[in-house]
């Protein structure tokens, strides 16, 4: 069966960090560039970081440059983000997939099916 699935969610208090990790079964995450977005209640998803596929050259929103990093772990195998420095305003459903565009859709590309992430004190 071919899915994604995002982990390491969770409650943090503004300031802390999370780890968020993108895995696949059925395909090799290596072969794809991949994006992670998120939701926000009431709000449209948007793109958060995104990583190329040969070269590994990533790409921020403006609000995760400085604070998020996108990355290629376990031989490839997994995709993370790492998220430092979190505001109330990360609290979202996060999302990864096996696209950059925050247009695209299960019906084009793979889309996991997200891990809510909650700033708060």
């Known amino acids: 069966q071919v899915q994604l699935e995002e982990s390491g969610g969770g409650v943090v208090q503004p300031g802390g960090s999370l780890r968020l990790s993108c895995s696949a079964s059925g395909f090799s995450l290596a072969d794809y560039a991949i994006g992670w977005f998120r939701q926000a209640p009431g709000k449209g998803r948007e793109g958060v970081a995104c990583i190329r596929t040969v070269d590994s050259i990533t790409h921020y929103a403006e609000f995760a440059k400085g604070r998020f990093t996108i990355s290629r772990d376990n031989g490839r195998k997994t995709v993370a983000l790492q998220m430092n420095n979190l505001k109330p305003e990360d609290t979202a459903v996060y999302y990864c997939?096996?696209?950059?565009?925050?247009?695209?859709?299960?019906?084009?590309?793979?889309w996991g099916q997200g891990t809510q992430v909650t700033v708060s004190s």
């Open positions: 997939a096996t696209t950059c565009d925050p247009r695209s859709s299960p019906h084009y590309d793979y």
